[in-house]
């Protein structure tokens, strides 16, 4: 079973702090992605990246950066931290394998920023 | 500029009937199409898909169906059950090689006993 594991599932963090989420995949997957899922407005990409130390923005990657180092751990950055960052984020990964599509998906972390 | 729509935010059905999740999109280069189920608190999980060479796909419970003329897709579930309860997203990705997904705002279900 593909495994997706954000280090935390809950954070606090203050206002203008730097804020790291990672995200660790076990699959040897090429993909991985960074989304925030907030209510009404369904799962929204922030960045996505195909290969190590390679990205790409998504729809909404204001404010925040990422980080690929290694093949199976990708880094979501909020380089100060605001109010109207406070979501669920979720990381997911894919193979570009035959089953490329289906991205699979870490439990989140939901990020309160005060 | 929405490409995958899915307009009713919510339903609620009844124990062993059928539920019907409803997906639309606009973007013709989509050629393949996923539903993801999740629960509170947690990630979605893929659900089931299908390709846009195909009109039907069944696993089990659920049914997609695509009916690219109209461009919309379709999740039957028969029969619904409680642990059914969840939001369902539709998602769909583009030829040429991307690998990104683009997902609808979802549509939470509530199966009632």
């Known amino acids: 079973d593909v495994k997706v594991t954000q280090s935390s599932r809950y954070l606090v963090k203050r206002t203008g702090e730097k804020v790291f989420l990672e995200c660790v995949q076990d699959?040897?997957?090429?993909?991985m992605f960074w989304y925030r899922q907030d209510p009404g407005l369904g799962l929204r990409l922030i960045y996505f990246?195909?290969?190590?130390?390679?990205?790409e923005k998504g729809d909404i990657p204001e404010g925040y950066s990422v980080s690929r180092e290694k093949k199976e751990r990708f880094s979501l950055i909020l380089e100060s931290a605001s109010t109207n960052q406070t979501s669920m984020y979720l990381c997911a990964s894919s193979s570009t394998g035959t089953a490329k599509n289906i991205q699979y998906f870490g439990a989140g972390t939901r990020l309160s920023v005060l | 500029d929405q490409q995958v729509k899915q307009n009713s935010p919510s339903l609620s059905v009844q124990e062993g009937r059928i539920s019907i999740l409803n997906c639309d999109y606009t973007?013709?280069?989509?050629?393949?199409f996923l539903w993801y189920k999740k629960y509170p608190a947690e990630g979605p999980t893929f659900l089931i898909s299908?390709?846009?060479?195909?009109d039907k796909n069944e696993d089990g419970r659920f049914t997609v169906f695509l009916n690219k003329s109209a461009k919309h897709l379709s999740l039957h579930i028969v029969p619904s059950q409680p642990g059914d309860s969840a939001v369902y997203f539709c998602?769909?990705?583009?030829?040429?090689?991307?690998?990104?997904?683009?997902f609808g705002k979802g549509t939470k279900l509530t199966v009632n006993p």
């Open positions: 299908i390709s846009s060479i195909k």
């Open positions: 973007n013709s280069m989509f050629d393949y």
């Open positions: 990246s195909y290969d190590v130390k390679m990205k």
């Open positions: 998602a769909a990705s583009a030829k040429g090689g991307s690998e990104k997904l683009v």
């Open positions: 699959m040897d997957h090429e993909n």
